[in-house]
Every structure is written in structure tokens, then in C-alpha cells.
């Protein structure tokens, strides 16, 4: 028997379901929270400096000028997170396929962090958010997709 995790993430949520076939029931295999996902990036980094005068006195600009936001940094942090459940059930064969479903953005950072033996399981993937959806609706969702 085959068994496919489907993944439903965004920023603040990931929910690991399993499909054990067609027709059967979508157990929930792991829920994972990142609160951090839904705070400011001033909420996050709470000793960013003020403001500098620019060069000739007009104006200014921050003192902080950051690479990635701090927002990106935990969003890339949760990604890590969901990947590293994704490698170790894996590596515990609880899986044979994966199906991939979150908004494009974080679609985007949970590719990049996948290795090369997730990429391979991988079946499908949906760029949409599917987190709020019941068991029910997602295995309607998903059924022109893959068969779960």
C-alpha cells in the first residue's frame, strides 16, 4: 500500500495529513505552529536603533538596514523546521510520496530547502493556501491533482 503525506502549509501553519489510497479518510499526521509568522518586523526584533540624518542634512533613513527582514528570516526558519519532519519521516519510511501545498511565497522557501531525496517523493504540488480547509474539503481539492 501506498502512503502519500500531503503537506498544507503557510507561514504560521503547517498540517501533515496522510492518505493511505483512494477513498480512505485523510488522518492528521503532525500539526506544526509558527506564531512568529503573523508579527511585525518590528514586533520581532525589538532593539532596532532609530534614525540617522542623511549625508548633507535632508531627511533620513533607518539606522537598520537589513538583508532579509525579519519577518523572511522566520518564515525561512519555519520552512527549515517543516522540512526537517518531512526528512525524518522519511528516513523512518512513513512515506512513499509527498504532495506540496502552500501560497507561492512560501512554496517558494519550502523548495529551497528541500534535499534531494524529498525532492524526489515529491508527486504534486498546488500553490494555494489549503490550511483552513476540513479533511473532507482538501481531499476534494486535491483530487484533480493526485489521487488521495
Not at 507561514?11 to 489510497?21: F, V
Not at 523572511?72 to 523546521?81: H, N
Not at 493556501?129 to 493526485?146: G, H, I
Request: aromatic letters at 4%; proline letters at 5%.
Amino acid at each position: 500500500m501506498t502512503t502519500t503525506w500531503i503537506l498544507v502549509a503557510n507561514t504560521t501553519t503547517a498540517l501533515l495529513w496522510k492518505s493511505r489510497g483512494t477513498g480512505q479518510d485523510l488522518e492528521l499526521e503532525r500539526r506544526l505552529e509558527h506564531p512568529e509568522g503573523r508579527l511585525k518586523n518590528l514586533d520581532i526584533v525589538s532593539d532596532v536603533g532609530g534614525r540617522n540624518a542623511t549625508p548633507g542634512g535632508r531627511g533620513s533613513r533607518p539606522t537598520t538596514e537589513w538583508g532579509l527582514s525579519p519577518r523572511e528570516v522566520e518564515t525561512e526558519k519555519f520552512a527549515r523546521e517543516i522540512v526537517r519532519e518531512l526528512s525524518s519521516g522519511l528516513s523512518s519510511k512513513k512515506f512513499d510520496r509527498l504532495l506540496l501545498a502552500a501560497p507561492p511565497d512560501f512554496m517558494g522557501k519550502i523548495r529551497e530547502a528541500l534535499d534531494t531525496r524529498l525532492q524526489e517523493k515529491i508527486a504534486a504540488t498546488v500553490v494555494r493556501d489549503y490550511t483552513a480547509l476540513s479533511p473532507k474539503d482538501l481531499r476534494e481539492k486535491l483530487s484533480c491533482v493526485l489521487l488521495v
